[in-house]
């Protein structure tokens, strides 16, 4: 434990020999972990994002104006035996209309002078977990689509552009996130090298009285591990206090539009944050091992 001490110490002091360059190292680790965090918090938030629009999909049959009550009953007859469909609402085309005013709000005086029955009878359709599955649910429209049936309409198509949006901000995210990485990684490797040619003299003395590798490369260990858990604990906490305020003020930062998918921002799970706070000291030993594995020979 004494030893340890004496390491700590030497990495303390090896640290304050080189404010500015520590600085920077400690700055840009902090940077790195907090676009890391954002990340994750952007990642997490468009997951949970994704997972409500699935769950809130429906599908919708539109009746013509001649269907009788014989074809409608024929259709009511293959969603009640659906395993697909966890139930449904038939609406008048007054009643579609009516909701149709309420979804538009402030907006609704742009269907001034259409009559009640501008739209079509309808059942709207909600689905099951399996019923949202892409070839499911086409399978469940083409089994709709019988004599007197006008159309059947579902965000399926719409939910797989979502999703291959999702995809693509996954993969940029992840892009950007291994450069800032790389970036960090070099910063501190640098940070160790300088110091390991700042030491060099004494290094050769410490071998000459007989001093182990382990006793030289100690100290160089402990600096990056210092630098890269201060760095991802200040990026970190920033991170953690950016989503605070985003979820006290949502208006803030998201767009008045996103209001309609009814999803508040939420927080990582505890373990996201410790797996992004683990992740600095890693980064630290890392950066170190690549520097001294080519920079110091003992």
Sequence with gaps: ????????????????????????ALLTIGVVFLLLSVFGLLGYN???????????LQASVFFSDTASEAEREAVREILRRSPLVAGFE???????MARFRSRLGPDQAILEGLGEDWLPASLEIR??????DPAEMERLAQALRLPGVEDVQHGQAWLEQFDRFLRAARLGALAVGLLVLLAALVIVSNTIR???????????????????DAFVKVPFYLEGLLLG??????????????????????????????????????????????????????????????????????
Aim: a positive charge; aromatic letters at 6%.
């Design 1 to 24: 434990m004494a030893r340890l001490f004496t390491f700590l110490r030497q990495a303390l002091t090896h640290l304050r020999r080189s404010p500015l360059l520590a600085g920077a």
């Design 46 to 56: 468009l997951a949970l994002l994704a997972e409500s629009v699935g769950q809130n």
């Design 90 to 96: 038939e609406l008048t085309p007054a009643q579609a």
């Design 127 to 132: 689905l099951t977990a399996a019923g949202r």
């Design 194 to 212: 300088l110091a390991v040619y700042d030491r060099q003299d004494e290094i050769v003395i410490l071998k000459l009285v007989g001093a182990s």
């Design 229 to 298: 858990s201060l760095g991802s604990l200040l990026g970190v906490a920033l991170a953690w206090l950016l989503s605070a305020v985003v979820q006290l003020e949502p208006g803030w930062l998201l767009p008045e539009g996103l209001g309609a998918l009814a999803l508040e921002p939420r927080n990582l799970p505890w373990e996201g944050w410790v797996a992004l706070l683990c992740g600095g000291p890693a980064l630290g030993v890392i950066g170190t091992r690549l520097s001294l594995g080519r920079h110091l020979r003992v």
